[in-house]
């Protein structure tokens, strides 16, 4: 059986480096926060060209935090991509504000700028850019947008670590930005975690004092009620030793979706939006017949395969209180869509079965007549 995705393959991969960082907290005897969370929280910026990060426990509560100590809370109304992780507007309503759902571009699986504006109301407050599989925003005319509305702009990169626009790295547009290092992400740990990136001194002081119960300035006082959410010292020194892989696994994901590309290019599949800054968490194609296409890779040829996400927020219960229209594009795409393996130590050996297994299914593209 080909899995959709495998992290404890990645780690394999990397055992030597996991376990040696494992032994360091062991024998380090810092557990909370401390210098493996620091050094962590460094390097992680600093490779993204951002002055701060702070670690926290998960990619939801970084959302949340970072809404928080950017000042959106109660009364605020964020819009949000109705077509994303759950986590994302649980954050949003996590923070006290209210999430108000925006339809997604068929191409990019990403916020459609134009609904996006036409959403702003005189409550909105922010703008939660989610790059979706990886997939940059067009951020110099989101951040145009939010500028002429006066929005705050909070970057949801929980699956684009690495990835870029017009050569600057995504999760430094934004006022604050917002990773997951949930195992099967790009950069993933051995647990939860989590990371909020800022340039703004103020912000980044704000995040780390609400990680940490209010406390600020070194004095175990809570300046404000907050809870715990901190990073894990162990997942901090995990990550650490797994980051100076990260750019060589962006890139073997960028191959295997040009692999992809070529293979089903004559296909009856709709193929993702294609981007040099693209990460490719996912590779999503669009099929009709979905769930037999799914069954049969499964039955016929052992692939596995995945949907993120099988439907949009403003039809899961959950949200239903902020669904006020339908959302065609994130409602199609819920029902079409299929996350093809593309984790390197999966994807490298199989992609041309896979692709070719899908080929087979679904079988050529219909010509257009001349
Ligand atoms: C786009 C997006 N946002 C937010 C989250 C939440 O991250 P976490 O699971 O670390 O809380 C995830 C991960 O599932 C995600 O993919």
Known sequence: MIPQADPSRRIARHRDAVIEAITAVVDGHEYILGSHVER????????????????????????????????????????????????????VLQAGATPRFVDVELSTRCLDLGATEAAVSGRTAAILAVHLHG???????????????????????????????????????????????????????IGD??????????VA????????????????????????????ALQAAILLALLPHLDAGNAERRVLARRYREMLADSAVGLPAEHPGCVYHQFAITVARRDEIRRLLRERHGIGSAVHYDSPLHLQPAFADFADAPLPVSERLAREMISLPIQPEIANQAVDTIAAAVRSLVGPAERKAA
Not at 193 to 202: F, W
Not at 210 to 218: A, H, I, P, T, V
Request: net charge neutral.
């Open 40 to 91: 962590f929280e460094e390097a992680f910026a600093s490779s993204l060209g951002a002055a701060h990060g702070v670690g926290v426990n998960s990619g939801t509560d970084a959302i949340a935090l970072a809404l928080r100590a950017t000042g959106i809370g109660r009364g605020d109304e964020v819009l949000v991509p109705a077509l994303t992780a759950a986590g994302t507007a649980a954050a």
């Open 135 to 189: 997939h940059p925003i067009d951020m110099p005319r989101l951040l145009e947008i939010a500028r002429h509305h006066s929005l705050v702009v909070i970057e949801d990169c929980a699956q684009a670590h690495g990835a870029s626009f017009a050569g600057r790295a995504i999760g430094t547009f934004g006022t604050a930005a917002a990773f997951s290092f949930y195992p099967t992400k790009n950069l993933g740990c």
């Open 193 to 202: 975690g989590g990371a909020v990136i800022t340039s703004d001194p103020g």
């Open 205 to 232: 002081a704000r995040v780390r004092s609400l990680r940490n119960y209010g406390w600020q300035d070194g004095r175990r006082l809570s300046a404000t009620a907050a809870g715990n959410s901190r990073l894990d």
